[in-house]
């Protein structure tokens, strides 16, 4: 395929993927991918999952989990339908947070963690729950400034985090940071509130150092997750998700490429097909609303976009 015909194939997509290729692929005029934008909240996926929503403002009766779930599920099988994970695929997709309008309010109200039943936009006590609630909240015009205060609370000593701080670790984690970051980077974006950048200056370090792939202990591969390319992203850390946020970071912080990155963005810039397409590396078990994206082995939409974009920004700041 040439690069005009990914393109066009890319173009053929649901609004929520179709609307950020426009914009960040083609460049087209904003008139247009505005239009496209709008259209999430009135078919296709975008509109699926707003249809799920309950009176309460929750989806699947639950905040993390859905209400029907009386076990922690296997590895690899997390459902996917309950609010916060609901709430974040709509944000990154692009949805026009006036459609949810009252949401952020019935949340309050009606909204309570599954872990010690503490208040919805308060967050918990899991650093990735926190990161998405941090943005979700931003996202819908709540005041979050009290829980962005929480993650430079909660850095450990190496610079990142770990969801089993809780537990007493001390050593930060690959996922954790990744999705700690990214929820700073979103909610600074979206409020235009720096506070929390040197906290996310220092969890990018953290993953930054270790090249985006190595223990700083051994100098082993710290997974063979490292090597993943995959949407939705989910909870892990991959590669895909680790490219995408530092050249994204870089961007809005108006710096260089970090050379540390460089592994990462060859490995990434190496799985492209020859026909100019990424395959989806893997697929995480679990309940969903929708189907997001192809099996494994096969051409994907998303990581194909998500890819060509990360390698964009990093080749205009080369």
């Known amino acids: 395929m040439t690069s005009a015909t990914v393109h066009e194939w890319l173009r053929d997509s649901d609004p929520t993927l179709r609307w950020q290729v426009e914009r ?9 991918w ?16 707003l249809s799920h929503q309950d009176d309460d403002g929750q989806w699947a009766g ?12 296997p590895q690899n099988e997390q459902p996917y339908t309950a609010t916060t994970w609901t709430l974040t695929s709509l944000r990154e997709w692009g949805l026009d947070p006036r459609v ?14 599954e872990y010690d039943d503490l208040p919805y936009w308060d967050g918990e006590v899991d650093v990735c729950i926190n990161a998405m609630t941090l943005a979700n909240g931003a996202w819908l015009g709540e005041d979050m400034s009290h829980l962005a205060a929480w993650f430079p609370a909660h850095a450990l ?15 930060s984690s690959f996922h954790s940071t990744i999705n700690a970051v990214r929820g700073l980077l979103a909610y600074e974006k979206l409020t235009g509130d720096t506070s929390v950048r040197d906290a996310r200056h220092r969890g990018e370090e953290y993953l930054l150092s270790r090249q985006l792939r190595y223990r700083a202990s051994t100098g082993e591969q710290v997974g063979p997750w490292t090597d993943l390319i995959v949407y939705p992203y989910r909870a892990p850390f991959t590669l895909l998700k680790a490219v995408d946020h530092v050249t994204e970071a870089a961007e809005w912080d108006g710096a260089p ?25 893997w697929r995480f078990g679990g309940d969903t609303w929708v189907a997001h994206d192809v099996p494994p082995g096969q051409p994907s939409k998303w990581v194909t976009f998500l890819a060509e974009r990360a390698l964009r920004r990093w080749d205009r700041a080369a």
């Open 24 to 32: 960040d692929l083609l460049e087209v005029p904003s008139a247009v």
């Open 34 to 49: 505005e239009q496209t934008r709008a259209c999430i909240a009135v078919e296709g996926d975008g509109a699926t999952l």
């Open 62 to 73: 639950g905040a993390f989990f859905p209400a029907t779930m009386t076990e922690h599920p």
């Open 100 to 113: 949810l309008d009252g949401t952020a309010d019935k949340l309050r109200a009606h909204s309570r963690w």
């Open 157 to 171: 000593a190496d610079g990142g985090w770990n969801c089993e701080w809780v537990e007493g670790s001390t050593r």
């Open 257 to 281: 490429n970090d050379p540390r990155a460089e592994e990462a963005v060859a490995r990434l810039r190496a799985a492209r097909r020859n026909d100019g397409r990424w395959d989806q590396g």
